[in-house]
C-alpha cells in the first residue's frame, strides 16, 4: 500500500535530495516543508517532491515545530485520500533499508503506530520541568516577562503548572510513522480542543510531548509499538544534538534493525550514504 514522507528541512540541499532520490519509488509520495528561514531556491528541490506550502519559520524548542507539522499533516490528508502510514522525517534522515525491504517491513507492521514514547514522571522520563513552568518561544519581550514572572510566583508558592485534564504525559522522539486513521483521529482532537494548543505553546520542546501524549490517549494507543526505528547516536554528554554520522558508523547503523539513520550532513556524510546504497543494491554514490 502506499506511504506517504513528510520531510522537514531547515537546510542541506545536497543531503535532501539524496535522501528524496533514494526514496523516489512509485509507492511512496513524498512531501517537503522548507523552513522559512532556508536561503536556498525551493526550485533546486528535487522535483519529484511535493512541496508544503506556506512556509513557516520553525524555531528550535517551540511550539513553531508542532504548529508546522500540523499544517504539513492538514495539507498532506487533504491531497491523500488512502495511504497506510505517514512517516514523519527530518531531512537529516536516510534509510538503512532498501525501498523493497522498506515497504515489505512496513506492511507487516500495517496495524501497528511507531512512535518513540515513555511516561513522563518520577518513574519514567524525568522531563516534566517542560511543562511545569511557562516557556514562551522567541516572543515579544513583555510575553517573556509575563512568564517568567508567573514562573517566579509558582515557584514562590511552591507550585507547578498542571497537565490538561484527563491527559497522561508521554514524551520521545520527534519521528515517527502513524497511520491515516490514527492522524485523522489526532487533528479531529486538536480541533475540537483548541486549548491543547494553548496549553502546549508555553511548553518546552513541545514536539516532543504533544504526539506521544495524545497519541496516548487515543484508541490508537493500543496499536502503539514504542519504537521509532530511528538509529541516532548521542556523544557523551550532549542531549541536544545527536552526533553527525560517517562511514565509520555504518557496522552499528545496519546491526541496529533502524529503517532510518540519523542524522547525517550532505559533505561529511557523503561516505557513509554511499556505503548505504550500496548495502540497497544502489550504484556507489546513487542518489
Known amino acids: 500500500m502506499k506511504q506517504v514522507f513528510l520531510i522537514h528541512a531547515h537546510k542541506d540541499l545536497v543531503q535532501l535530495n539524496a535522501l528524496l532520490a533514494r526514496l ?11 523552513d522559512r528561514k532556508w536561503r536556498l ?7 519529484r517532491a511535493r512541496q508544503i506550502q506556506p ?12 504548529s508546522a507539522t500540523l499544517a504539513s499533516l492538514r495539507q498532506v490528508l487533504a491531497a491523500e485520500p488512502a495511504f497506510d502510514k505517514l512517516l514523519f522525517l527530518s531531512a537529516q534522515d536516510y534509510p ?11 506492511a507487516a507492521l500495517r496495524e501497528r503506530e511507531l512512535i518513540d514514547t515513555v511516561a513522563i514522571g518520577p518513574q519514567g522520563w524525568p522531563a516534566d520541568y517542560r511543562y511545569q513552568y511557562f516557556y514562551r518561544e522567541g516572543s515579544a ?3 517573556r516577562a509575563a512568564c517568567a514572572l508567573a514562573n517566579r510566583c509558582l515557584r514562590a508558592a511552591g507550585r507547578t ?15 515517527w510513522a502513524l497511520s491515516r486513521p490514527c492522524l485523522v483521529h489526532l487533528l479531529e482532537r486538536v480541533d475540537a480542543q483548541p486549548g491543547l494548543a494553548r496549553f502546549f505553546r508555553t511548553v518546552l520542546c513541545p514536539d516532543e510531548l504533544f504526539f506521544q501524549t495524545l497519541v496516548m490517549a487515543s484508541p490508537f494507543a493500543a ?8 538509529y541516532v547516536q548521542w556523544p557523551a554528554g550532549n542531549s541536544r544534538n545527536p552526533q553527525v554520522l560517517v562511514e565509520d558508523d555504518l557496522a552499528r547503523i545496519r ?17 557513509l550514504r554511499a556505503r548505504l546504497d550500496a548495502c540497497a543494491g544502489l550504484a556507489r554514490g546513487a542518489g
Open 223 to 230: 496499536r502503539v509499538t514504542a519504537h521509532n526505528y530511528r
Open 161 to 175: 503548572r498542571r497537565f490538561p485534564a484527563g491527559l497522561q504525559p508521554y514524551g520521545g522522539s520527534t519521528w
Open 55 to 66: 512556509r513557516r519559520d520553525v524555531r528550535w524548542g517551540g511550539f513553531t515545530q508542532v
Open 96 to 106: 538503512v533499508l532498501p525501498n523493497a525491504v522498506l515497504k515489505h517491513t512496513l
Open 24 to 34: 523516489s519509488d512509485p509507492d511512496f509520495v513524498l512531501y517537503v516543508h522548507l
Open 41 to 47: 531556491d525551493p526550485a533546486q528541490v528535487d522535483p
Open 141 to 143: 519581550f513583555a510575553l
Open 255 to 271: 546491526a541496529s534493525g533502524a529503517h532510518f539513520c540519523r542524522k547525517l550532513e550532505g559533505v561529511k556524510s557523503a561516505g
